[in-house]
């Protein structure tokens, strides 16, 4: 059973029709990615999924159950972690209280600690950090610190929004490692990109999502074989 499936999602913005029937499915363990031009409706798909936008049709499934009425808070505690796009840390707080911010669904200060232990194991640049305001690290520390705080819930699933938006390629490589240990670790990960070349270098399975529709979908080496995914999306002729 896939642990999110997405059954012929509309979205409206007023009269403007964002997404026009988007069916996809995320296996457990997996990293799948959606890839996908300025405008195509990535970031509508997954504030959908996160409950911050309602649909106007179709249906969200998360571990079986029916989440396309639920609300975003709701949906977190179910293991649903979303890292949105432009990372929107808090700039005024320090790295250790952006963390704290991250794990606001859990009462239990226990779990809180053995959390930040666990995210600091991962991200020891962090650790050293903690009390460094969050609006002096560098682009690649914020984004770290923005994928920290989406794992401090403890999720089964994080969504990552155009996590290389912005940086270099050097700091880039460095996050999509990052990106490859949270999954060894056991997460599944749905990974929003418009650096095609990238996330399908990472993922199990991609789909491309065009003007609010699946365009085409498969393996990341079918994809990566695809004529007009590779002209449009990887720059090779
Ligand atoms: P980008 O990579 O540039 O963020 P995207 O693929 O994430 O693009 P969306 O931001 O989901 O695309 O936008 C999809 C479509 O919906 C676009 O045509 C956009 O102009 C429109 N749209 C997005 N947000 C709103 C809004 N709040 N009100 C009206 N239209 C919107």
Redesign the pocket.
């Known amino acids: 059973m896939a642990l999110l499936k997405i059954d012929n999602l509309v979205v409206h913005?007023?009269k403007?029709n964002?997404l026009k029937g988007v069916s996809l499915e995320i296996d457990e363990g997996s990293i799948v990615t959606l890839i996908?031009?300025?405008?195509?409706?990535?970031?509508?798909?997954l504030n959908t999924l996160s409950g911050v936008i309602k649909s106007t049709e179709g249906k969200i499934y998360f571990k079986g159950e029916d989440i396309t009425d639920y609300h975003s808070d709701h949906i977190v505690r179910m293991g649903l972690s979303h890292v949105p796009?432009g990372r929107k840390i808090f700039s005024e707080l320090t790295v250790e209280e952006n963390l704290i911010v991250g794990a606001y669904i859990l009462n239990d200060k226990t779990r809180i600690k053995s959390n930040i232990e666990r995210v600091y194991a991962l991200f020891p640049l962090l650790k050293e950090r903690r009390k460094q305001i969050g609006g002096t690290l560098s682009g690649g520390e914020q984004q770290m610190l923005a994928i920290a705080r989406g794992l401090m819930s403890d999720p089964d699933i994080l969504f990552l929004d155009?996590p290389s938006l912005g940086l270099a390629p050097l700091i880039i490589e460095s996050i999509f490692n990052f990106i490859k240990e949270i999954n060894k670790q056991g997460k599944t990960v749905f990974l929003v990109e418009?650096n095609a070349y990238m996330a399908l270098r990472i993922a199990n399975y991609g789909y491309v999502?065009e003007t609010?529709k699946v365009f085409v979908e498969g393996t990341t080496e079918k994809l990566m074989n695809n004529d007009q995914v590779r002209k449009a999306y990887l720059g090779i002729v």
């Open positions: 913005y007023g403007i964002a996908g031009a300025n405008g195509a409706g990535k970031t509508t798909l796009e155009e418009q999502l609010g």
